[in-house]
């Protein structure tokens, strides 16, 4: 699976961001797809994740009530609508997706995710 993101930029705290991730080169037309961060210096943590083919999606506590993930089928497209952000949201973002998972669709967040994009920059300040 290729994972191209796109939307990040700098944004002043308290304002909203949508970052996009377009997918292509699945066979399957359900991903386990999820959303996250690494700051410079800290260790990779998660945002959020959503499996395609239907059931909740999961947000980290860090962003919960703050962050929607959601995906649009026809674009294939994963999104991550980010609200009230904070200078602490400040990090790299990477799209990452499991064409092979076969599991409880609401454990999708705890998979370990074998395709990844570039990154795309988002800094809260």
């Known amino acids: 699976v290729q994972l191209v993101e796109s939307g990040g930029g700098l944004v002043q705290p308290g304002r909203s961001l949508r970052l996009s991730c377009a997918a292509s080169?699945?066979?399957?037309?359900?991903?386990?797809m999820g959303w996250l961060r690494q700051a410079p210096g800290k260790e990779r943590e998660g945002v959020a994740a959503?499996?395609?083919?239907?059931?909740?999606?999961y947000y980290y506590n860090t962003v919960k009530g703050r962050f929607t993930i959601s995906h649009a089928d026809a674009a294939n497209t994963l999104y991550l609508q980010m609200s009230s952000l904070k200078p602490e949201d400040s990090a790299m973002y990477y799209c990452?997706?499991?064409?092979?998972?076969?599991?409880?669709?609401?454990?999708?967040?705890?998979?370990?995710?074998?395709?990844w994009g570039q990154g795309t920059q988002v800094t809260v300040s």
């Open positions: 990452a997706a499991d064409a092979n998972f076969r599991a409880d669709p609401d454990y999708c967040y705890a998979t370990q995710f074998g395709s």
């Open positions: 080169g699945s066979t399957y037309s359900s991903l386990c």
């Open positions: 959503i499996y395609t083919g239907g059931g909740s999606a």
